[in-house]
């Protein structure tokens, strides 16, 4: 008999190790699908994922688990980068590459990242906030994020994006 995703399971949020990338490099893959219907080149993402465990200034994962049918399994994915602001002399803490496994949705999984690297910014005298970006028609993920504390900061992004490989 299977256990409910967060009956009795509390989640554990941790670094993310080398051995986590395949995974994380695969669910990049399935939220740009979900979110932005993108077909990503999977060894472009791999390679891509690879860069943050090689290159730590690039960016820091951390994982989501909790125990399931008495094994550990991993539900959720964040990505932390940083950004220097000069007008507030501090970095600001970017929140990407968000994903959780669709049988673990609406269990506090994203909740629990948040928290998790909302504490360790809140930690850390340089840091000046926590930032993310979202897309127009993704109200869902917009509810959470407000129920969070976090506000519409009112900018749009543009981008030029380059043809690489």
């Given at each position: 008999?299977?256990t409910a995703?967060?009956a009795?399971?509390?989640?554990v949020?941790?670094?993310?190790?080398?051995?986590?990338?395949?995974?994380?490099?695969r669910?990049?893959?399935?939220?740009?699908?979900?979110?932005?219907?993108?077909?990503?080149?999977?060894?472009?993402?791999?390679?891509?994922?690879?860069a943050?465990?090689?290159?730590?200034?690039?960016?820091?994962?951390?994982?989501?688990?909790?125990?399931?049918?008495?094994?550990?399994?991993?539900?959720?994915?964040?990505?932390?980068?940083?950004?220097?602001?000069?007008?507030?002399?501090g970095?600001?803490?970017?929140?990407?590459?968000?994903?959780?496994?669709?049988?673990?949705?609406?269990?506090?999984?994203?909740?629990?990242?948040?928290?998790?690297?909302?504490?360790?910014?809140?930690?850390s005298?340089?840091?000046?906030?926590?930032?993310?970006?979202?897309?127009?028609?993704?109200?869902?993920?917009?509810?959470?994020?407000?129920?969070?504390?976090?506000?519409?900061?009112?900018?749009?992004?543009?981008?030029d994006?380059?043809?690489?490989?």
């Amino acid at each position: 008999m299977s256990t409910a995703p967060d009956a009795g399971n509390p989640l554990v949020v941790r670094a993310a190790r080398a051995g986590d990338a395949a995974l994380i490099a695969r669910w990049m893959i399935a939220m740009a699908w979900e979110t932005e219907h993108k077909a990503l080149a999977p060894d472009t993402v791999a390679r891509g994922v690879r860069a943050v465990f090689e290159q730590p200034a690039r960016g820091r994962y951390f994982i989501a688990e909790r125990t399931v049918d008495e094994r550990i399994a991993t539900v959720g994915v964040l990505m932390l980068t940083h950004e220097w602001s000069d007008w507030r002399d501090g970095d600001w803490w970017w929140i990407q590459s968000v994903y959780v496994d669709p049988a673990h949705r609406r269990h506090g999984v994203y909740r629990a990242l948040y928290e998790h690297v909302h504490a360790l910014a809140k930690a850390s005298p340089d840091v000046c906030g926590l930032r993310l970006y979202v897309e127009r028609e993704n109200a869902n993920a917009q509810k959470t994020y407000a129920s969070l504390g976090m506000s519409d900061a009112g900018y749009a992004i543009y981008e030029d994006e380059f043809a690489r490989r």
